[in-house]
């Protein structure tokens, strides 16, 4: 699939939990999987040769979220503010 994400299963996301991969679990299950905005920001900066990675929020939880409302449930997302 051209611009698809990686896909992990259940299995293997138990099995780096049970390694403590939480820095591998977080980009395998955000920036390589389905937040295609993500993604792309991580491509601009492996090119340009930055080391950073900023997760958003995977497509999957927006279905979540979506699937919720549908069901009659009241489900908003709050932004916690920056602290200055």
């Not at 905005?37 to 930055?50: D, L, M, N, P």
């Amino acid at each position: 699939a051209q611009f698809g994400g990686q896909r992990l299963g259940e299995m293997e996301v138990w099995a780096l939990e049970a390694y403590v991969a939480s820095h591998t679990l977080q980009e395998m299950l955000t920036v390589k999987s389905d937040d295609v905005a993500g993604r792309t920001r991580i491509y601009e900066s492996i090119v340009k040769g930055k080391n950073v990675l900023e997760p958003g929020l995977p497509e999957s939880f927006n279905v979540l979220i979506k699937e919720m409302q549908a069901l009659g449930l009241d489900v908003e997302l709050l932004e916690e503010e920056e602290a200055v």
